[in-house]
């Protein structure tokens, strides 16, 4: 349902954007959300995109990333710049309900997509 591509090989300091593509439908209202998961390593939240367009990051992306929606094409994009060796892993889209209060962010995962490898050579 969720069918996401663009990983690949880069050196360090290269961008590489991923995309996210649904097919079907998806909660109504529900955000679209990146994870990663680095070898040996928990999946980690990466970034959130709500229905309204409201992002958030997590401490590490440092401001390389960018996610964004085209609801049109029912796709999701990650712009990942200034690529580090520590960004290595797989990325999987996600979504589900996404909602921010105060400064705290509220992230649940209602459907997984497949992963995309992404690997960062210093």
């Known amino acids: 349902q969720l069918q996401a591509s663009g990983g690949g090989l880069v050196q360090a300091g290269g961008s590489l954007t991923l995309s996210c593509e649904v097919h079907g439908s998806i909660g109504s209202g529900d955000g679209m959300h990146w994870y990663r998961q680095a070898p040996g390593k928990k999946r980690e939240l990466v970034a959130v995109?709500?229905?309204?367009?409201?992002?958030n990051y997590a401490d590490f992306v440092e401001g390389r990333f960018a996610i964004s929606r085209d609801n049109a094409k029912s796709t999701v994009y990650l712009r990942m710049d200034n690529l580090k060796s520590e960004d290595t892993g797989v990325y999987y889209c996600?979504?589900?309900?996404?909602?921010?209060?105060?400064?705290?962010?509220?992230?649940?995962?209602?459907?997984w997509g497949q992963g995309t490898q992404v690997t960062v050579s210093s």
């Open positions: 995109i709500t229905s309204s367009g409201m992002t």
């Open positions: 996600a979504a589900g309900p996404a909602n921010v209060v105060g400064r705290t962010w509220y992230v649940e995962v209602n459907v």
